[in-house]
């Protein structure tokens, strides 16, 4: 029996996209204003999408053959425009203006209960923040590039180094323990910034974007985790300021002050035992409330916790510590500990082409002189995004990924069908997709 759904949400997604688009400002006059610049926008947003650079050509190839293309009835375009007219129009554009569309999202998630499976112990979610490095190159770069020297030689006698220009985004994503799903939030950009004297850094990035966005994600009521970067005293203040929470990796190596605190008290332990398939672990947990995070009077006091994981020989697999402002006890160490680790738990498909994407699809349209490299990662962000609001909250979109046996064939399959026959709209192309049904005549 077929299901009476439709692919509403993702339809009102991109239409809230497409009109994100219709405010970037256009500053062409008169002639050579052949493609509205949200056309321009929502083409390089449907090769991302569709999660393929080569979505448009075949789509301009259907276009000369049937007069009207996917883009046009899926993603709104009048026209397909060329790559190089994309890369010139996008450059200008900051990728600040498409943040409302992350917020749209969230609430688009939450309005079909998605959200409730990012939800920790009923109401907190996890935002993981990380740095990842979006483009490298030795001969291309622009004003915001950052740069490091590369292949000195080590005696530094001569200037044999060569300079290498590089992107970095700090990427905040929500994400969950068990399961494998994860939300894309609008990312910082890591890079020289106008009247600063040191070099911009990954815990800058997450300041301005707490600064920036936290009150927007407040009703979330955060929890934001990180790894040993991030534990530390001013880091963890900002996070607080925000109304936030969180839990950082707090490694002994780099916090010798937290260490030699802890070593002088008895801790309380917790030994849990856990099946694993045929076999068994020991989880042992440890604890410690109110430790000064560094010296001085004005210390912060966080709460402590470790984890170690022993197999049944008793060799120890896994061990961890990390801080927090949340209370650690008996009842809670154990959840605290599986959110904390919960980012680097994740290893699917999904995240692994989330954190390379840029690599991919960047060569499609270039770097740009301006913002073009981090306005494509950011639609980039968006694709993946609107992937995971579809993935939990659209019927026939789900029917249609469960025919298909991984992420990569469901759209190599998309992208297969979507080259010959124009579908009127996802509705359509997912009826077609997830019942297997011959596709409908052209329109
Ligand atoms: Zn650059």
Same mark, same amino acid.
């Not at 709104?76 to 203006?97: E, Q, Y």
């Not at 955060?222 to 970067?229: S, V």
């Given at each position: ?14 239409? &809230? ?69 994309? &890369? ?85 994503? #929500? ?71 969180? #839990? ?13 605190? #802890? ?67 008996? &009842? ?112």
């Amino acid at each position: 029996m077929r299901l009476k759904v439709c692919v509403q949400r993702l339809d009102s997604l991109i239409g &809230r996209l497409r009109q994100c688009c219709e405010t970037f400002p256009d500053k062409r006059r008169g002639i050579n204003t052949t493609y509205p610049l949200a056309d321009i926008a929502m083409a390089a947003f449907s090769a991302f999408f569709m999660q393929s650079p080569s979505f448009l050509a075949y789509q301009k190839h259907l276009a000369e053959g049937c007069g009207r293309s996917n883009c046009e009835t899926l993603f709104g375009l009048r026209k397909i425009p060329s790559d190089n007219h994309i &890369r010139d129009m996008l450059d200008p554009v900051s990728p600040a203006l498409l943040h409302p569309v992350f917020a749209d999202v969230l609430t688009a998630l939450d309005r079909s209960g998605g959200l409730a499976a990012f939800r920790r112990r009923g109401r907190h979610v996890l935002i993981a923040f990380d740095g990842t490095e979006y483009f490298c190159s030795k001969e291309i770069s622009c004003e915001h590039c950052s740069t490091r020297e590369r292949g000195k030689d080590k005696n530094k006698t001569k200037g044999t180094g060569k300079t290498e220009y590089f992107h970095t985004a700090l990427c905040a994503t #929500i994400v969950a323990p068990g399961h494998n799903h994860v939300v894309p939030l609008q990312p910082e950009f890591i890079r020289p910034q106008d009247g600063a004297e040191k070099q911009d850094c990954e815990t800058r990035a997450a300041k301005r974007w707490l600064a920036t966005h936290a009150d927007r994600y407040a009703w979330l009521d955060p929890i934001y985790i990180g790894d040993d970067l991030y534990s530390r005293q001013p880091m963890c203040e900002a996070v607080l300021a925000a109304g936030g929470h969180f #839990i950082f990796v707090c490694k002994p190596d780099s916090h010798t002050l937290v260490q030699e605190y #802890i070593a002088g008290v008895r801790l309380p332990i917790l030994n849990v035992a856990v099946k694993r398939g045929a076999r068994r672990f020991t989880y042992r947990y440890r604890w410690l409330n109110d430790v000064p995070l560094r010296d001085g009077k004005d210390a912060l006091l966080v709460n402590w916790f470790e984890m170690e994981i022993r197999d049944a020989a008793g060799a120890v697999t896994y061990r961890n510590s990390f801080v927090t402002d949340l209370p650690v006890n008996r &009842r809670t160490v154990a959840d605290l500990a599986d959110s904390g680790r919960s980012r680097w738990k994740i290893e699917n498909e999904s995240f692994n082409t989330l954190k390379t994407a840029g690599y991919h699809l960047e060569h499609s349209f270039g770097h740009g002189r301006q913002n073009l490299a981090a306005l494509l990662v950011t639609l980039n962000l968006l694709g993946f995004a609107f992937h995971t609001v579809c993935d939990h909250a659209e019927e026939l979109w789900r029917l249609a990924r469960s025919k298909a046996s991984s992420r990569v064939q469901f759209f190599g399959r998309l992208i297969a069908i979507t080259s010959f026959v124009v579908f009127p709209s996802w509705e359509s192309l997912m009826q077609t997709m997830a019942y297997r049904q011959p596709p409908p005549q052209p329109p």
